[in-house]
């Protein structure tokens, strides 16, 4: 961190810090500051110039951003699980699943997926199927679905048939319908 000398005020080039540095700001930030650090991380673990191991650790420290978010008012649920997600589902698609970590491993983001969603797909699909007769809330909702659904045709390729996979993909179908 450096000082504005105008201002006397601490700069937050998060884009600069060590993982060290910005692990210990995140443990004491919230809001705003949360997303700016979530973004710092994960914008060095897609970075190709860093080894998979180094690339793993930022996305770790992306997902600690995130998952603070869940707690702090302003994060807003459905967006903060969405973007945890998308990055494992990455990780897992760029650097490999790894059985040793939850994170990276594709049956916990498949059943982490179905325990974040609030409806089954029959009960979407109904929705949907009447979508602009609904009240603002259940079109949001359907929403969320989407969102959270919205890397499941990639995520089936790395499971092994079963329940889980199966009702993965009947969401692959349903969020199709989905506004």
């Keep these: ?29 919230c809001g705003q500051q949360l997303e700016t650090a979530r973004i710092a991380a994960q914008a060095r673990a897609y970075d190709p110039t860093h080894t998979q191991e180094v690339r793993r650790r930022w996305a770790k420290l992306s997902l600690l951003a995130s998952r603070h978010m869940r707690t702090d008012s302003t994060g807003g649920h459905a967006r903060v699980c969405q973007q945890d997600f998308m990055l494992r589902m990455w990780v897992i698609d760029q650097l490999g699943p790894d059985d040793t970590d939850l994170d990276w491993r ?29 009240a603002i809330e259940q079109i949001r909702e359907l929403r969320w679905h989407k969102n959270l659904t919205a890397h499941v045709d990639r995520l089936v390729g790395y499971l092994a048939p079963g329940p889980i996979r199966d009702e993965l993909l009947v969401w692959t179908a349903t969020r199709q319908r989905l506004p």
């Design 106 to 134: 594709p049956d916990a983001l498949a059943s982490d997926t179905l325990a974040a969603l609030t409806c089954t797909p029959a009960q979407a699909a109904a929705l949907a199927d009447r979508w602009r007769d609904l």
């Design 1 to 29: 961190m450096s000082t504005d000398p105008d201002r006397g005020e601490p700069r937050h080039d998060l884009s600069t810090w060590t993982i060290d540095q910005l692990r210990t700001y995140i443990h004491d930030a």
